[in-house]
């Protein structure tokens, strides 16, 4: 008996194909990330933070920018103020860090932004990074977790007060009962 050479179709769906490449181009952009952020951790503008903040930098950073790219789906390199604020204030501030490492976040943020600029990675980068120092409050507020009180625009309408509907009348007389 001859032995029959056979070649099997693979037959693959356009959607199959564009799964993939997003899963491979997911890939390659998470190791292009993480390359970027290794460069930064070891280069000199690190050492401008604690020990303790560089002990949680290069985890800290990726996931920075990896959902800063998922907010709109782009590339590393196409980021916006937008994006970084909504990964920022979002996700980053929620992560589990200790006091002294969390407060420095915003600011190791900025400078791996600027340094992405440096290193030809990121168009205005350094713009980025100062707008991302500058969400430094509004990062505090929301790595705390308390929900903000609401405040009234104006006093409190009370009962022998001048009915707001203009009719000259008191408002428990006019509108406070329907």
Sequence with gaps: MRKRNVIHVVSVTFEQAVIGSF???????????????????????IRAFPSSV???????????????CDVREVEPGDLEEADVKAALLGPIAKLNLPAGVK???????????????????????????????????????????????IVRPGSRLKRNDPCPCGSGKKYKKCCMNG
């Excluded at 890939?27 to 951790?41: G, L």
């Excluded at 560089?54 to 800063?68: D, N, P, Q, T």
């Excluded at 992405?116 to 990675?121: A, D, K, L, N, Y």
Aim: glycine share 10%; with cysteine; aromatic share 8%.
């Design 103 to 149: 407060s420095k976040v915003p600011a190791l943020c900025g400078a791996l932004l600027g340094h992405m600029e440096t290193e030809g990675r990121l168009s205005g980068g350094k713009l980025l990074g100062a707008y991302v120092r500058a969400l430094n409050d509004a990062f505090e507020d929301a790595a705390s977790g308390k929900a903000k009180p």
């Design 54 to 68: 560089r002990e949680y930098a290069s985890s800290v950073l990726i996931k920075f920018i990896i959902v800063a």
């Design 23 to 45: 899963i491979m181009q997911g890939q390659f952009q998470r190791q292009q990330i993480e390359n970027w952020v290794d460069d930064f951790c070891s280069s000199d503008a």
